[in-house]
């Protein structure tokens, strides 16, 4: 029976036991992305348990503790032991996926399932970001031919020689927005800066856009699995009305000729960022479930 003593705390080291686990079975939701969980450890103190050939992740913040659904293949008595830890460390059950929901639903009829839709992924086609076809994007055409019309800009990738004025760039957002004074901003700039200055060890890839020759946007991203690209990041200056509108475009051009989908994270429930995902018209959406603690303390396993 697996314990809290079976897990340990991601860090560093534990990027070559990810890839070699992910080579197997690629991750399918942003979260569960070794760059993800070490960018976001500050705010969010994720664990992991190799056991039976499944990675076992937990994340805990101050909402309390997540028992995530057994990674790999599925395996029934490994579920039934995550999900009996889970009512013994008064943990919730949750980052199910729906093929995942739908087989526990099977075995354990009486069970319950809360879908968590601010931590739903976005997925889009990339070439319906690269071209923006039809009046389903009209108004993000506009905007985008609008800001191309005021603004001549160029397109280079993150590198080693122009790092340094990418983490200028990121201190002057963060001035902008005023990233103190709100937690999520404060803790995205915490992760954004610890992917930067790992941004070779993480392998990551990313574009920064310049204008006038200051580099005012940037996008950063990397392959999660056979057909999709995530981008972690994405950034621009708010003095240059549209300029999200073209490094979305750009990276979706730059990345479309080696993955179908894109995968542009959660909203977080943060209602102008779920405007905004929403207006790119998702191809579908990387689902997650919680199982309430009342109908899984009283389902027996």
Partial sequence: ?????????????????????????PPIHSGEVF????????????????????????????????????????????LKQVITLAIKENAVFGFIKTSEKNLLAKQFPSLTFVEDRDFFDYIYRASDLAELPGTKYGKIRNRLNKFT???????????????????EFMKRWCLWKDCGSDEVLENERKAIVYAMSHFFDLGLSGLALRINGSIEAIAVYEKMNADTVVVHFEK???????IYKAINME????????????DREEDLGIPGLRQAKLSYQPDHFIELYHGTKESIRTTTF
């Fill in 251 to 262: 990276t979706a051009q730059r990345v479309r000729h080696h993955a179908l989908f894109i």
């Fill in 149 to 167: 019309k005021n603004y001549a800009y160029t397109i280079e990738d993150i590198s080693e020689k122009n790092m340094d004025e990418v983490d």
């Fill in 236 to 242: 621009g200056s708010p003095d240059f009305d549209g």
């Fill in 35 to 78: 760059t993800t969980m070490i960018s976001w450890g500050e705010y969010v103190e994720y664990r992991y348990a190799l056991i039976e050939n499944s990675i076992i992740i937990m994340s805990k913040d101050k909402d309390g503790a997540v028992l995530h659904a057994p990674s790999g293949k599925f395996n029934l008595d490994l």
């Fill in 1 to 25: 029976m697996i314990s809290l003593d079976d897990f340990q705390k991601i860090g560093e080291n534990d990027k070559p036991v990810f890839d070699r686990y992910y080579a197997r079975f």
